[in-house]
């Protein structure tokens, strides 16, 4: 296994530790059934559907 030669200075770990913020959030998509916003490839909350069949 590799070891570094050099420690890395402050702000190239801080670089490195400040990446994972940019990850964007999900989006919404719209519900077919009823119109409501939800998470996408997930059942609606609202009326129970997921690809058009009732599965709460």
């Known amino acids: ?3 570094p030669k050099r420690r890395h200075s402050k ?3 801080n670089k490195r530790a400040s990446e994972w913020r940019k990850i964007d959030k999900p989006g919404l998509v719209e519900c077919p ?3 409501e916003l939800k998470l ?3 059942a609606c909350l609202s009326c129970g559907y997921y690809k058009g069949k009732s599965v709460m």
């Open 1 to 3: 296994m590799g070891v």
């Open 33 to 35: 059934q009823c119109k």
């Open 40 to 42: 996408p490839h997930h």
């Open 11 to 13: 702000s190239r770990s």
